[in-house]
């Protein structure tokens, strides 16, 4: 290690092409000079999402995919100590706990769009898969207390994406005696499931797997559908809500694979968040099935800086521990993690700790 300020450590950067394979380890990184609205933070635990696939394989929608991403440090999710501040920053200070929020340069209720999701950290500019980061201090917020740093580091994507389905839309939060649907295991679907049931709503999930499903029961959820033995998976939880009445709100993370499903599940009324495209290509739903289901559909792009901070109180006060996955990786390990999450194998959030 050079310094305490500027110490040597390592990192893993994004080739040109060439995908998971192609990821490049670096031993002998360093920060550079702190600049006056920086914040230098030790890293020590980060968290892989289906973004970070996508860019490795080569890019993300509203973006040139054509554009070198050589060099860059990918992750967009992470969790650390802050070291050092600029001489501008009045929010942050040595010792603190933080966790990255993928946007920065925004205000404080910005609500994000796809193009700020692709030049977010970790696509073009260097993001999490290091144990030491200079990050403009609108890129930090600070971490729930009661959260080890591996947990936190799953707050950054698929906690506020989650978070933002459940409470983003104001006069209409999730709360005590509403019904929730969620989709699979998946680290947007797991969250929404923690955070609903602490809310005190009656949570239904959908998974392929009787062993995930009973992992998705100790969370909390009430019932779970098994999407594969149940191709028409919406009318049966649908049937599962009093008077078959459907759910207040469904967290559709499959996209067009799913979409269809959730619309038939939701109750007069209700919103259809669709918050992920994970489910692949599939002929699109029309529009016009909100018209006949007499429902909202609501796109999202993970959440503002606001939302950031609304979540932070909540996992303090109603102590939400989020749920990993079994595998722990290292950070030399950080192929073999792109590679679980590539096979789905994993359960909820997959983690890295940067250091040993």
């Given at each position: 290690?050079?310094?305490?300020?500027?110490?040597?450590?390592?990192?893993?950067?994004?080739?040109?092409?060439?995908?998971?394979?192609?990821?490049?380890?670096?031993?002998?990184?360093?920060?550079?000079?702190?600049?006056?609205?920086?914040?230098?933070?030790?890293?020590?635990?980060?968290?892989?999402?289906?973004?970070?696939?996508?860019?490795?394989?080569?890019?993300?929608?509203?973006?040139?995919?054509?554009?070198?991403?050589?060099?860059?440090?990918?992750?967009?999710?992470?969790?650390?100590?802050?070291?050092?501040?600029?001489?501008?920053?009045?929010?942050?200070?040595?010792?603190?706990?933080?966790?990255?929020?993928?946007?920065?340069?925004?205000?404080?209720?910005?609500?994000?769009?796809?193009?700020?999701v692709s030049a977010g950290l970790g696509k073009e500019m260097d993001g999490t898969l290091r144990q030491y980061g200079r990050f403009h201090h609108t890129t930090l917020v600070h971490a729930p207390e009661n959260?080890?740093?591996?947990?936190?580091?799953?707050?950054?994507?698929?906690?506020?994406?989650?978070?933002?389905?459940?409470?983003?839309?104001?006069?209409?939060?999730?709360?005590?005696?509403?019904?929730?649907?969620?989709?699979?295991?998946?680290?947007?679907?797991?969250?929404?499931?923690?955070?609903?049931?602490?809310?005190?709503?009656?949570?239904?999930?959908?998974?392929?797997?009787?062993?995930?499903?009973?992992?998705?029961?100790?969370?909390?959820?009430?019932?779970?559908?098994?999407?594969?033995?149940?191709?028409?998976?919406?009318?049966?939880?649908?049937?599962?809500?009093?008077?078959?009445?459907?759910?207040?709100?469904?967290?559709?993370?499959?996209?067009?694979?799913?979409?269809?499903?959730?619309?038939?599940?939701?109750?007069?009324?209700?919103?259809?968040?669709?918050?992920?495209?994970?489910?692949?290509?599939?002929?699109?739903?029309?529009?016009?099935?909100?018209?006949?289901?007499?429902?909202?559909?609501?796109?999202?792009?993970?959440?503002?800086?606001?939302?950031?901070?609304?979540?932070?109180?909540?996992?303090?006060?109603?102590?939400?521990?989020?749920?990993?996955?079994?595998?722990?990786?290292?950070?030399?390990?950080?192929?073999?993690?792109?590679?679980?999450?590539?096979?789905?194998?994993?359960?909820?959030?997959?983690?890295?700790?940067?250091?040993?």
């Open positions: 290690m050079a310094s305490q300020n500027n110490p040597t450590y390592a990192q893993w950067t994004l080739p040109a092409s060439g995908g998971i394979d192609a990821l490049q380890f670096d031993s002998a990184a360093t920060l550079g000079r702190l600049l006056d609205d920086e914040v230098n933070v030790e890293i020590r635990a980060a968290s892989v999402n289906y973004r970070e696939l996508v860019i490795v394989k080569g890019g993300l929608p509203g973006t040139n995919e054509s554009s070198s991403q050589q060099g860059v440090v990918p992750g967009s999710d992470g969790a650390g100590i802050v070291s050092a501040v600029g001489s501008n920053v009045t929010n942050f200070k040595p010792g603190d706990r933080v966790v990255t929020h993928i946007f920065p340069h925004v205000p404080d209720d910005y609500k994000p769009v796809m193009a700020d959260l080890t740093f591996e947990e936190a580091a799953t707050l950054t994507c698929s906690g506020l994406t989650a978070w933002n389905a459940l409470f983003g839309l104001r006069g209409r939060e999730v709360g005590q005696g509403d019904w929730v649907l969620v989709q699979g295991t998946g680290g947007v679907s797991v969250a929404a499931l923690q955070f609903a049931v602490a809310a005190g709503a009656t949570v239904v999930a959908t998974t392929s797997s009787e062993a995930k499903a009973d992992r998705l029961r100790r969370l909390g959820a009430t019932h779970v559908v098994n999407y594969k033995t149940t191709p028409e998976w919406g009318a049966s939880a649908r049937g599962l809500t009093p008077d078959n009445r459907g759910f207040d709100v469904v967290v559709d993370v499959g996209g067009d694979m799913t979409l269809g499903q959730s619309v038939q599940a939701i109750r007069t009324d209700g919103i259809v968040v669709a918050a992920g495209l994970i489910g692949g290509s599939a002929e699109p739903v029309p529009m016009m099935a909100a018209l006949f289901n007499h429902c909202t559909v609501r796109g999202i792009i993970a959440g503002t800086r606001a939302q950031f901070d609304d979540m932070v109180k909540f996992v303090e006060a109603k102590n939400v521990k989020p749920a990993l996955d079994d595998v722990v990786f290292g950070i030399r390990d950080v192929k073999d993690a792109y590679r679980r999450l590539d096979k789905q194998a994993h359960f909820s959030k997959i983690v890295i700790r940067l250091h040993a």
